[in-house]
């Protein structure tokens, strides 16, 4: 009992002035958003953790306070909210974190990411340091309705980045906006990290495998895909011809053709491509249905020898490169734009 009234006296000597008013506005905060949670959980969850987020650093920030009041924080808001996960040290910096990251941005950009779940605006802090990025990925996620994992595979896999840059004809082969949406649904590379390909590779086993993952295909492939078919037939003039993959996109409402390579682009394949989309325009599309697009993934290419197949080709197609792994590193996509709470803790251990 002694040995508990040291430690208590111990520590409240430690405490700055206004810590217990401080304490006591959280408390009633908390309070009242629990009425709140019941009925609006995330929202109102990202909302006080951006509020104490900006508390905490007003308080670092005008009154010096350090680590170890942090700590205490923590430890009395535990305390006093038994029930009410989050309210860890590590927590309360991320908080902090979350309000520095986005409290001088405008305001669109700080309604849209405290729309999203709370591991998701750890995810986008810890991971991202760029602003653009990390809006990007905000609001795809919330469009195609990323979990937590799903969030974290698409940054590793950098897919803003990849996101449009396939080379295609698009603008003069397709009218506005169907150009710009379909530009922006192909990729390059892409990257298929779940295949296990040993030795030389074979297109039908490449084919193989993708079907069998479909699930992993159609994360990568992008929203708005459904897959419909491999080495599906059509009969043209008595002969039957058969495509690698056969795609039907949602949002751009039409067919979409991929074939697959082995090796690097060669002109010759812009001109069967073009045959099968021909073929499935006449054949399988329906009325509704805008132009089949094409696309040719191979193992590398070179643009200029691309720009010359495409030149007089007008049906809508793209070549993109596909990979098993993400060739190139880009260490500034996973740079953190602030200091992990380890770094934090270490620096304002010199305050006190």
Request: proline residues 3%; charged residues 25%; aromatic residues 10%.
């Amino acid at each position: 009992m002694k040995k508990s009234k040291v430690v208590k006296s111990s520590t409240l000597s430690a405490i700055p002035a206004g810590y217990a008013d401080f304490l006591n506005s959280l408390k009633t905060r908390i309070r009242k958003v629990q009425v709140k949670v019941a009925l609006s959980a995330n929202s109102a969850l990202v909302d006080l953790y951006w509020d104490i987020g900006q508390s905490i650093f007003e308080k670092q920030k005008h009154e010096a306070w350090g680590a170890k009041v942090i700590e205490r924080l923590a430890a009395d808001l535990s305390r006093e909210f038994p029930g009410v996960e989050g309210l860890s040290r590590a927590n309360l910096y991320r908080m902090r974190a979350f309000y520095l990251t986005h409290h001088q941005q405008s305001s669109i950009v700080a309604q849209t990411v405290r729309q999203l779940p709370w591991g998701h605006n750890i995810i986008l802090v810890e991971k991202l340091s760029n602003d653009d990025e990390r809006l990007w990925y905000a609001k795809k996620s919330m469009e195609q309705g990323w979990g937590r994992d799903t969030l974290v595979h698409q940054i590793k896999s950098d897919v803003f980045h990849r996101q449009g840059k396939a080379i295609t004809n698009f603008k003069v082969a397709l009218i506005s906006p169907q150009s710009d949406l379909a530009q922006e649904t192909l990729k390059d590379p892409y990257v298929f990290d779940f295949l296990t390909l040993t030795g030389p590779v074979r297109e039908l086993e490449v084919e193989g495998q993708l079907v069998s993952h479909v699930a992993k295909l159609l994360l990568e492939m992008g929203a708005g895909f459904a897959f419909v078919g491999r080495q599906v037939p059509v009969v043209v003039a008595g002969t039957t011809y058969f495509l690698d993959l056969l795609f039907y996109h949602t949002h751009l409402r039409c067919y979409v053709v991929v074939e697959l390579k082995a090796g690097g682009f060669k002109p010759e394949y812009a001109g069967k491509l073009n045959f099968y989309l021909s073929a499935v325009d006449d054949l399988i599309r329906r009325d509704g249905d805008q132009s089949t697009i094409g696309i040719l993934l191979c193992r590398s290419k070179n643009k200029i020898d691309v720009e010359y197949a495409f030149r007089d080709i007008h049906k809508p197609m793209g070549v993109a490169e596909w990979e098993t792994t993400l060739a190139k590193q880009v260490p500034a996509s996973f740079r953190p734009s602030l200091p992990t709470v380890k770094e934090i803790e270490q620096a304002l251990g010199d305050v006190e």
